[in-house]
């Protein structure tokens, strides 16, 4: 099989320009390039102040998309997030206005915090990447992703996304603190302004765009495929989970690893890929039993488990 020349180079450099801001966290960063070439969206879960919009805008800006954050607070309703229609009286007809939603990159900040109603106002752009109103179909801008975030220790006044919520999510990442280094070398580069303000742009969106579909024509193998839907299948037979991951678990754990070999620099797939990927592919779409959770076993603990109990191909 042969590599494809300048992948490795484009997605560094977008990495690169990325750790300007971000400091430390390269393997998250690479997550995210993963979900953004696979068309998927990003679920972030974890505490305020680890530089989740930070990390958006800094990729936003790197790749000249368009970004737009939304604040979810309980009185925020669904035509805020897709728009809605008004009578324009010059015109004699209705208008669209359009909703928060209509931008390449959207941050819908502490989703959980807003109504069932309004998250689920989220699912048919993210699946379809175009909203209906009042009949009437718009289509997102390309490229097109939603990161939303949500902090895993505060529970008061929050809605729990629903299940099928949380399966159009493409993954789930955590950042995580920063090393002391890290967070001394955050000090140095903020001491006089955000390095965000001159962060330049190095790829277009029609790069992103091309590089969408290059990705598809990245080839894995039939045993690797097998090798997936073990994983996948074995999630449903597990003690410790009263939901397995879904079919639709299994696809993006496929485009994931298919990604993750592109930004390596090769058109074939590896199982090291899979195995890289399955855990923030898949362990937000299973459910802990009750009895795991009082043992304070972790999805990732099952996922890292199923790895260790089926053999991978050897290609």
């Given at each position: 099989?042969?590599?494809?020349?300048?992948?490795?180079?484009?997605?560094?450099?977008?990495?690169?320009?990325?750790?300007?801001?971000?400091?430390?966290?390269?393997?998250?960063?690479?997550?995210?390039?993963?979900?953004?070439?696979?068309?998927?969206?990003?679920?972030?879960?974890?505490?305020?102040?680890?530089?989740?919009?930070?990390?958006?805008?800094?990729?936003?800006?790197?790749?000249?998309?368009?970004?737009?954050?939304?604040?979810?607070?309980?009185?925020?309703?669904?035509?805020?997030?897709?728009?809605?229609?008004?009578?324009?009286?010059?015109?004699?007809?209705?208008?669209?206005?359009?909703?928060?939603?209509?931008?390449?990159?959207?941050?819908?900040?502490?989703?959980?915090?807003?109504?069932?109603?309004?998250?689920?106002?989220?699912?048919?752009?993210?699946?379809?990447?175009?909203?209906?109103?009042?009949?009437?179909?718009?289509?997102?801008?390309?490229?097109?992703?939603?990161?939303?975030?949500?902090?895993?220790?505060?529970?008061?006044?929050?809605?729990?996304?629903?299940?099928?919520?949380?399966?159009?999510?493409?993954?789930?990442?955590?950042?995580?603190?920063?090393?002391?280094?890290?967070?001394?070398?955050?000090?140095?580069?903020?001491?006089?302004?955000?390095?965000?303000?001159?962060?330049?742009?190095?790829?277009?969106?029609?790069?992103?765009?091309?590089?969408?579909?290059?990705?598809?024509?990245?080839?894995?193998?039939?045993?690797?495929l097998e090798y997936i839907v073990a994983i996948t299948r074995a999630t449903r037979s597990q003690k410790s989970l009263l939901l397995g991951a879904s079919?639709?678990?299994?696809?993006?754990?496929?485009?994931?690893?298919?990604?993750?070999?592109?930004?390596?620099?090769?058109?074939?797939?590896?199982?090291?890929?899979?195995?890289?990927?399955?855990?923030?592919?898949?362990?937000?779409?299973?459910?802990?039993?009750?009895?795991?959770?009082?043992?304070?076993?972790?999805?990732?603990?099952?996922?890292?488990?199923?790895l260790g109990s089926i053999k991978p191909p050897v290609l």
């Open positions: 099989m042969s590599k494809m020349s300048k992948t490795p180079e484009t997605i560094k450099n977008i990495i690169d320009n990325v750790e300007k801001v971000i400091i430390g966290k390269r393997e998250v960063v690479e997550l995210v390039i993963v979900s953004l070439l696979s068309e998927g969206h990003v679920l972030i879960e974890d505490m305020p102040g680890v530089g989740k919009t930070s990390l958006i805008s800094a990729l936003a800006r790197s790749v000249s998309c368009s970004f737009k954050r939304i604040q979810f607070t309980p009185d925020i309703m669904p035509s805020d997030i897709t728009g809605f229609s008004m009578f324009n009286q010059k015109l004699g007809d209705f208008e669209y206005h359009k909703g928060l939603i209509m931008s390449q990159f959207v941050l819908a900040d502490e989703i959980n915090r807003t109504s069932p109603k309004t998250q689920s106002s989220l699912l048919e752009v993210m699946e379809e990447s175009r909203v209906t109103v009042d009949g009437n179909i718009y289509e997102m801008p390309a490229p097109f992703i939603v990161f939303a975030t949500q902090n895993p220790i505060e529970y008061l006044g929050t809605y729990p996304l629903p299940e099928a919520q949380l399966d159009r999510f493409f993954m789930k990442i955590s950042m995580g603190y920063p090393g002391k280094d890290e967070e001394l070398s955050i000090l140095e580069r903020h001491a006089k302004s955000s390095p965000l303000s001159s962060l330049e742009t190095v790829v277009s969106p029609e790069d992103i765009v091309l590089m969408q579909k290059e990705v598809q024509d990245v080839h894995i193998d039939s045993s690797v079919p639709r678990a299994t696809l993006c754990l496929s485009r994931a690893a298919g990604a993750y070999a592109y930004i390596q620099g090769r058109n074939y797939c590896l199982p090291d890929d899979v195995m890289k990927l399955a855990a923030p592919v898949l362990s937000h779409r299973v459910i802990v039993s009750h009895e795991a959770r009082l043992k304070k076993i972790s999805p990732e603990n099952i996922i890292s488990d199923i």
